[in-house]
């Protein structure tokens, strides 16, 4: 990002901009025409429809709730839940139309974030002459990415947690600029309740939220202000505590924890360090934006060695551009920074769940976006050769981006998704053919089955908090044998729970399809004799 005054290709950077927004929304848009059923299967997740079931119980008034309205949870996240409730709402209660207008909003708020980030990026980069154009480049890449096209698509709060933290990053860059020194209660007070609301969007908010709040005196543009500034601070904390505490109350006196029942599941097997190893690949994809780093080679010692190398230099590019940036860049880039290495310690020192660290870490992706995006113009500017080379050779870059980002969201359309809720389809169809109607099913994974079959019981914790509390005691199996469950449904490793103590006296294996992948166990014994689901399978702990 370093200044330049020559001139610079502002038609060729407009030009494909517009082609990938163009992309990115057409991505977005053509599932929900619903061609071979890709409206329900096409962009949700497993998690997503998790997130869906809960959102589509309280549209119909059975209350934040699982499995029929009987079994209470926490294990989702406020915010998005509440709000996919409304659109059920407004739905009927009808689980296609709402699933529909579930996808409407996320595409809504994928585009409100990037013109978010368009507005960051023209702030922060006014100083360049090249500024706006890097700006816009920056959104439309990352609008257009098939990164961002399946995170911002997938049924869960993803979308709207970057709207909502742009949201407060362009605030605070815009209030930082203003010359005025005194105290401003009221302006950090709303800054405060937009955090609140990031981090009802998502928990992990809070360090979003810590490095805000603890770069805001940093800024101050003298000492005399720095009073002023810790006590905005101050205020911008306590006002996002004041908006999340109903959230985190609840979760305390309802179910023991302020962390969500699903958050304790993702991590129940944690190992200390035991992401660290997927943290390259996913932090290279949003520096590179068009250039995935496929699962199953993204952990090979070369792809590692070759990802983290790249990211070790970004970090270095990106310190070496705060040394020699303007104040508006170095606020920005302190803001990305420290949120950046926040989230990747902690998801990949300390958490669980490494198939979605990168859903984990998808919050700084619009601001690698807009650094990659000056990186490149601005480098390309800069060559030897004058203009006419650097005209060149960033024609031939954005080219080359553009062609990227709509092949490879071409292929994630043409394969019905990524990561998609489309692999659990075998496991409802089963159900849906061979289990009566008034009989319980049980299933590790309970996203698809849960939303589309309202008698179904989860099994991993991650929205059952009872479960939860037999995964964690290892007592899984007779926790199974005691429910009201006539068939237990999931992908085909579910067979191997037929060795299982007390679970092989009870049941017997029916299915076991490789091909397919899955698998079903049917109860040969009497069901326990159980009047209230709720009491056994679920509801708040000791309730």
Known sequence: MERTERPHPARAIL???LVLLVAGAGFRVAPLLDHGDRLLWQWPTEDGYLMMTIARNLALGRGMTISAGEVETNGTQPLTTFLWAGLFRLAGGDRRAGVLLVQVWQ???????????????????RDRPWGRSAATLGAAAWFASPVA??????????????????AAAHLWLRWLEDPVPGFRAGAAAALGAILGLTFLARIDAVFFIAALTGLHPLFARDRSA???????????????????????LHGLLRFGSVMPVSGTAQSAAATLGGNLAGLPGALFE???????????IEGTWPVLAATTASVLAYAAALLLAAVRGSRRERMALALAGVTSIALAVYYGVFFGASHFLSRYLFPVSPFFALASASFLVAL?????????????????????AVLLAIG??????AAGGRGSAADHRQVLRWVEANVPPEAWVGAVQTGVLGFFHDRTLNLDGKVNPEALAARLARRVPAYVVDLPIAYVVDWAGLASWIELEPIDRHFELVVHDRAANLAALRRVTPLPDVQDVARVAGGAPGG
């Open 408 to 413: 490879l969201d071409a292929r994630v359309y």
């Open 286 to 296: 949003y520096a590179a934006l068009v250039i995935p780093v496929p699962t199953r």
């Open 149 to 166: 096209v399946d995170r911002t698509m997938n049924g869960l709060e993803t979308g709207t947690y970057v709207l909502l933290l742009l």
């Open 226 to 248: 720095l009073p002023a500034r810790l006590a905005e601070s101050t205020v911008m904390g306590l006002g996002s505590i004041a908006v999340a505490s109903p959230w985190l």
């Open 15 to 17: 030009a494909a901009s």
């Open 380 to 400: 390309a500017l800069r060559l030897p050769g004058g203009a006419p080379m650097g005209r060149r050779v960033l024609a031939a870059a954005l080219s080359a």
């Open 107 to 125: 595409i809504l708020a994928a585009a409100g974030a990037a013109f978010l980030l368009q507005k960051v990026g023209s702030r922060v980069l």
